[in-house]
DNA sequence: CGGTCATTTAACCCTCCCGTTAATTAACGG
DNA sequence: CCGTTAATTAACGGGAGGGTTAAATGACCG
């Protein structure tokens, strides 16, 4: 789980970061103002700015006794691109005519 | 982690499911098929057909003793849906002026 | 200097994930 | 039927992930 795709996707695929991720979009803030919405302990919101920040979905910043994040989106971008390479499967008309279009060029030879 | 997005970031956080959707997008394809170019042991590959199926990116059918797996890239529309709020990060220029327009605010008042 | 606030690190659980090999199920074909 | 092929389930091990509390770090402030 190397690759950097994996640790971007990883890195989304946990409901309390990607609410931080939702709270940054809104602006930069400290690790307990990060915190302040959650049921959990700091030291885990703490480990969870680690795993956004080994995505890049964050950097950081320290100003005094303070460290506020700020999101950082390029690792979206990235995600999506990958994406972008089934976008023509999500339309079902697309599906329907790339289905039929498959099944006469089986019908031909 | 048992929401709908994490389910799906999860099942793609990994490679050899993501290259399995890939192989997926040229066709319908049975489990041995799809094991072929990997160095893992079919065991293996059953299961991450399981958490791909469990995330919906992919149906299966079966035929005689052959299942094949369909790509089903609907909820990669939901992920990408879920990524399209934060586009405008993407774009430095978006940044920038978004940075600008704050600043302004700030003086204001 | 001593206290206090913000944050991280350490140490420890427990669960889930990914892989293995061995055994099991299911369906075809002589 | 029996053997073969396709795929899954069972049982196990190692390691990563997410949580905890307690201790350590770092910077301000009286």
Redesign the interface.
Known sequence: ?T?R??VI??A????TR?AI??RL?E?EATVTELAEPFDISLPAISRHLKVLENAGLISRSRSAQWRSSR????P??E??A??E???R??DENFARLDAHL?RLQEEKP
Chains 1, 2 share one sequence.
């Open positions: 789980m690759d795709l994996s996707f990883a989304l695929a946990d409901p990607r991720l939702a979009a602006g999101l950082e989106a390029g979206l971008r995600a999506t990958w994406m390479r089934y976008r499967f999500w498959k």
